[in-house]
T-cell receptor, first 113, second 114 residues
Framework: NAGVMQNPRHLVRRRGQEARLRCSPM?????VYWYRQLPEEGLKFMVY????????ESGMPKERFSAEFPKEGPSILRIQQVVRGDSAAYFC???????????FGQGTRLTVV | GENVEQHPSTLSVQEGDSAVIKCTYS??????FPWYKQELGKRPQLIID?????GEKKDQRIAVTLNKTAKHFSLHITETQPEDSAVYFC?????????????FGKGTLLTVNP
């Protein structure tokens, strides 16, 4: 089992560009969660998705951020018109169900220049 | 919403000593408390967790205690080794058994000196 796979590991974007972060959950996992980690901070919950459904997006900024988990393919976290404050590590986690242990991916480190 | 406070922010111990990290939470409805270890540049990894129906849980050199009345929980590492050096995060999750909406503390950088 390859574990939760995130790509890219590092992403550099200029202000105003779009960032697309991908997450492939562990085999057999249909629950995906995105967290953001600012420097020297704990992880902050952003969004919880199941296949084709957003279950809870209460941690997502109201503008520029969106997430999806299509029937086929990885979950995508999309940030439009990035700003310097979006620079952070974005972690994806997956679980078999909503009460099972969540396994984290290695994260995507986004740098906005 | 839930708020998790974690102390200390940094902790330095000698190899073989014990390390204790403490967390408090605000939402009395929280009932799932995991601890994660994150090495530099790597993913957070679950090392131990506890649910509110137990007061203590042990796994070899690691133990976690929970005091629901006081709303605090602690991580205890005994006989520390240099490979225990990492950032440790506590977290709390709301009731209902779902563990996805974790609220994390800010982390403790543990350094174990040989």
């Amino acid at each position: 089992n390859a574990g939760v796979m995130q790509n890219p590991r590092h992403l550099v974007r200029r202000r105003g560009q779009e960032a697309r972060l991908r997450c492939s959950p562990m085999k057999g996992h249909s629950h995906v969660y995105w967290y953001r980690q600012l420097p020297e901070e704990g992880l902050k919950f952003m969004v919880y998705l199941q296949k084709e459904n957003i279950i809870d997006e209460s941690g997502m900024p109201k503008e520029r951020f969106s997430a999806e988990f299509p029937k086929e393919g990885p979950s995508i976290l999309r940030i439009q018109q990035v700003v310097r404050g979006d620079s952070a590590a974005y972690f994806c986690a997956s679980s078999r169900d909503r009460v099972a242990e969540a396994f984290f991916g290695q994260g995507t480190r986004l740098t906005v220049v | 919403g839930e708020n998790v406070e974690q102390h200390p922010s940094t902790l330095s111990v000698q190899e073989g000593d014990s390390a204790v990290i403490k967390c408090t939470y605000s939402d009395s409805a929280s009932n799932y408390f995991p601890w994660y270890k994150q090495e530099l540049g790597k993913r957070p990894q679950l090392i131990i967790d506890i649910r509110s129906n137990v007061g203590e849980k042990k796994d070899q050199r690691i133990a976690v205690t929970l005091n629901k009345t006081a709303k605090h929980f602690s991580l205890h590492i005994t006989e520390t080794q240099p490979e225990d050096s990492a950032v440790y995060f506590c977290a709390a999750s709301p009731s209902g058994g779902s563990n996805y909406k974790l609220t994390f503390g800010k982390g403790t950088l543990l350094t174990v000196n040989p």
